[in-house]
């Protein structure tokens, strides 16, 4: 169940991708091979203990305490994703996920104590949702931090009922830590280019970073 105030964070969220879905990276003529698949890892949190914990929507910025609204620390980023196969077109109505570490490099899962100063309180941690009639979805969340032995990265699943499930991790762009992160290395130079987040600088509503960034996925 949402908590208060989840329901007009969802129509903010919307409203805002409606407007910023303009030149929209397009993709090459080319067919494409889908984006490298990845493990979901240690800390993809379950479905049933996501039910009992807290709304999980597409803004992972701000969480609701009671009447009390939570603000995530870290550098703000507006994440617009388009879900598209490998001839470029739109996958619309699939289920889209991301899940990263907050800026003390803490997950929200079942195996990490969830309380201050161990976490973020104010960021979610995990959220969930669908891609429009276009394949997009807009996603509000911070710049991925690093944390021991893992450069900067942000997880990723598409479900859709054309190819099952898909899962893969999406990188900054041009990170030192990159060079050093066992995952990244063992990619290809394809493969490090589909999963590469180009950041550009934000404006407005708090944010510091937007990314628009297509993913594509099996036919």
């Not at 996501?50 to 929507?57: F, G, K, Q």
């Not at 394949?135 to 054309?162: Q, S």
């Not at 404006?203 to 960034?213: A, E, F, K, T």
Request: glycine share 10%.
């Amino acid at each position: 169940m949402q908590r208060p105030g989840a329901h007009r964070r969802h129509a903010l969220v919307a409203a805002a991708l409606a407007v910023a879905w303009t030149g929209f990276p397009g993709l090459a003529a080319a067919r494409r091979a889908a984006a490298p698949q990845m493990t979901d890892g240690p800390f993809y949190p379950p479905a049933r203990w996501r039910s009992a914990t807290a709304d999980w929507d597409a803004d992972l910025t701000r969480v609701q305490r009671g009447t009390q609204l939570l603000v995530a620390r870290g550098e703000h980023l507006a994440l617009d994703t388009q879900i598209v196969d490998g001839d470029g077109r739109a996958i619309d109505g699939a289920e889209v996920e991301i899940w990263q570490c907050d800026t003390l490099a803490a997950y929200r899962h079942p195996s990490v104590r969830a309380d201050p100063p161990n976490i973020d309180p104010g960021f979610q941690g995990f959220g969930a949702a669908r891609s429009d009639a276009q394949g997009r979805t807009r996603f509000r969340t911070i710049k991925p931090v690093a944390y021991p032995g893992r450069t900067p990265h942000i997880h990723v699943k598409v479900r859709h009922a054309t190819f099952g499930e898909w899962t893969s991790q999406l990188f900054v762009s041009g990170d030192p830590g990159n060079a050093r992160d066992f995952l990244w290395r063992q990619l290809d130079a394809d493969g490090q280019a589909a999963l590469a987040m180009r950041l550009q600088p934000a404006s407005g509503d708090g944010l510091r970073w937007q990314v628009q960034h297509a993913v594509v996925v099996p036919d």
